[in-house]
């Protein structure tokens, strides 16, 4: 199992290497986007979808909370891992991870994702992040 700090740079390694926040056409936040985008498939993620596997991730999952998916199964929605990380890490640090990509105003670069950065890593007593 990573470490929180592990869990933090893997998410934050994988929403810059995307640039922009996982969104529906609605403007609504999701754990996962696909779209073609020049003739190839592009797959976008939110913070916390990076770290649900492919074979546990259904649409059903779409507008359901981290809490709602970490208390078992709901109808045709389990996700074990998502149990286990909230299990390990907590809920309140999962939720506030997902806000970090939810809340972004702009791509995952530039000041202002530093400053959110900086002071995400300052609240959950981790180090900073220093961008590979």
């Known amino acids: 199992m990573l470490s929180r ?3 933090f740079e893997t998410t934050i390694d994988r929403l810059i290497e995307q640039r ?3 969104m529906l056409e609605s403007g609504v936040c ?3 986007v696909t779209s073609i985008k020049y003739e190839r498939l592009v797959v976008k993620k939110c913070a916390i979808g990076h770290h649900i596997p492919d074979d546990e991730y259904t649409n059903a999952m779409e507008g359901m909370t981290i809490e709602h998916m970490s208390t078992g199964r709901i109808g045709d929605v389990y996700v074990p891992s998502i149990i286990l990380y909230v299990a390990h890490f ?3 640090f999962m939720e506030a ?3 970090l990509h939810d809340a972004a105003t702009e ?3 530039g000041p202002l994702f530093t400053r959110e950065l900086a002071c995400f890593a300052e609240t959950w007593n ?3 992040y220093d961008s590979k």
């Open 20 to 22: 922009t926040r996982a």
């Open 126 to 128: 981790l180090q900073g």
């Open 30 to 32: 999701a754990y996962r």
């Open 5 to 7: 700090q592990e869990f």
């Open 107 to 109: 791509e995952f670069i």
């Open 90 to 92: 907590g809920l309140p």
């Open 97 to 99: 991870l997902q806000r």
